[in-house]
Nanobody
Framework: QVQLVESGGGLVQAGGSLRLSCAAS?????????MGWFRQAPGKEREFVAA????????YYGDSVKGRFAISRDNSKNTVTLQMNSLKAEDTAVYSC??????????????????WGQGTQVTVSS
């Protein structure tokens, strides 16, 4: 298994930027996992944000964040990063990272991911 811990959340004004980090620990190399970021706001369903393949060759983004967010990974440091730019009030949510070790990669489906961090709060003020 793998343990995931998010950091970097906080309060930021609209138009600002934040960088979230997901630190992974465990017996297996981080390169064994496809990784994703999801978010959930009160009263709303969990929403796919971004995903990245095992070695970083493929990335995927939800429509609402394309062009503003960027996902990256450094397997040697066991970290996955979500750079968030041009933040909007609608981006306010708890952001969680997740790991998928399956053969198939349903990157936008939260049920595809086996391991989850506890999340970090991002609040964007208008």
């Amino acid at each position: 298994q793998v343990q995931l811990v998010e950091s970097g959340g906080g309060l930021v004004q609209a138009g600002g930027s934040l960088r979230l980090s997901c630190a992974a620990s465990g017996r297996r190399s981080l390169s064994m996992y496809n990784m994703g970021w999801f978010r959930q706001a009160p009263g709303k369903e969990r929403e796919f944000v971004a995903a990245i393949s095992r070695t970083g060759g493929n990335t995927y983004y939800g429509d609402s964040v394309k062009g503003r967010f960027a996902i990256s990974r450094d397997n040697s440091k066991n970290t996955v990063t979500l750079q968030m730019n041009s933040l909007k009030a609608e981006d306010t949510a708890v952001y969680s990272c997740a790991a998928d070790m399956g053969v198939t990669f349903y990157f936008s489906d939260y049920e595809s991911y086996e391991y989850w961090g506890q999340g970090t709060q991002v609040t964007v003020s208008s």
